[in-house]
């Protein structure tokens, strides 16, 4: 059974910083491509960023470029959203994917 655990999101000012992180388990991690999704309530979810299994391609929705960063940690079957300079547009819930699978979401809101 595919499981996807978001963690990290919270209330942040704007300027600040997050780390989110996303635990996989019940699939062959390091081989996979991982993304990072968010949606804001009522819109579709967007593409924020995806990094390939062996971590070495990374592709950036060009509103986070610059900003945010993904990277992973295959030992730990983890994926990261490490996220800087953060705007109130930047608002959303965040979800990782794995081949398909959606984990429930963190919460990530910007504002002062």
């Known amino acids: 059974q595919v499981q996807l655990v978001e963690s990290g999101g919270g209330l942040v000012q704007p300027g600040g910083s997050l780390r989110l992180s996303c635990a996989a388990s019940g699939l062959t991690f390091r081989f996979l491509t991982a993304s990072w999704y968010r949606r804001v309530q009522g819109k579709e979810r967007d593409f924020v960023a995806s990094i390939s299994g062996d971590g070495i391609r990374l592709n950036y929705a060009d509103s986070v470029k610059g900003r945010f960063a993904i990277s992973r940690d295959n030992a730990k079957n983890t994926v990261y959203l490490q996220m800087t300079n953060l705007k109130p547009e930047d608002t959303a819930r965040y979800y990782c994917?794995?081949?398909?699978?959606w984990g429930q979401g963190t919460q990530v809101t910007v504002s002062s």
């Open positions: 994917n794995v081949v398909g699978n």
